[in-house]
């Protein structure tokens, strides 16, 4: 069975930092590409960013390009969103997903809370 | 960027009857490789969003089969032909053909 298991978020003010996880587990998990995806309270879905499965490819939605980096460990299983110069407007719940351009499976997510 | 617009936005639907989202394209979303990726997704209230469609009419597991996807260009459906209890959600459409990957705005399906 598929899983995948974020953790890292929390309250961070504006122009802080925040590192997220997401642990995956019952695939090959160096076989897929991998995102992140938010929603901020109320509203619909944005995708955020993708990596490939040997990590040699990435890509970001513009808002978050320069500030947001994605990468993973394969070893472990595991994929990360380093967010730095956070604004309140990245205030949302963060999935991961796997199957890039699919999106077949989501975690159960992660608040992130960017405020004074 | 891909924008996607879906409606209606709100889907009031009496119990047994069909239902019926679209979801339009700003360019057609015929990938280099021949698919179209064209994604549905159900959120139920407090869950996270479950993947009913792949590439336009392709069924996930598990996913009833009342549940319907079909469409190409740059105009896409999803239908439910009885609407039950449980398929109170919202319900978005995502493409994955261009990055960046983009989603509808998503439409509420309540119970009349």
């Known amino acids: 069975e598929v899983q995948l298991v974020e953790s890292g978020g929390g309250l961070v003010q504006p122009g802080g930092s925040l590192r997220l996880s997401c642990a995956a587990s019952g695939f090959s998990f160096s076989s897929y590409w991998m995102n992140w995806v938010r929603q901020a309270p109320g509203k619909g879905l944005e995708w955020v960013a993708s990596i490939k499965g040997d990590g040699t490819q990435k890509s970001y939605v513009d808002s978050v390009k320069g500030r947001f980096t994605i990468s993973r460990d394969n070893a472990n299983n595991s994929l990360f969103l380093q967010m730095n110069s956070l604004r309140a407007e990245d205030t949302a719940l963060y999935y991961c997903t796997r199957d890039g351009r699919n999106s077949d499976s989501w975690g159960q997510g992660i608040l992130v809370t960017v405020s004074s | 960027d891909v924008v996607l617009t879906q409606s209606p936005l709100s889907l009031p639907v009496t119990l047994g009857q069909p239902a019926s989202i679209s979801c339009r394209s700003s360019?057609?979303?015929?990938?280099?490789?021949?698919?179209?990726?064209l994604n549905w997704f159900q959120q139920r209230p407090g869950q996270s969003p479950r993947r009913l469609i792949y590439q336009v009419s392709n069924r996930d597991s598990g996913v009833p089969d009342r549940f319907t996807g079909s469409g190409s260009g740059t105009n896409f459906t999803l239908k439910i032909s009885r609407v039950e209890a449980e398929d109170v959600a919202i319900y978005s459409c995502m493409q994955g053909t261009f990055w960046p990957y983009t989603f509808g705005q998503g439409t509420k399906l309540e119970i009349k």
């Open positions: 360019q057609r979303l015929v990938h280099n490789d021949g698919n179209a990726y």
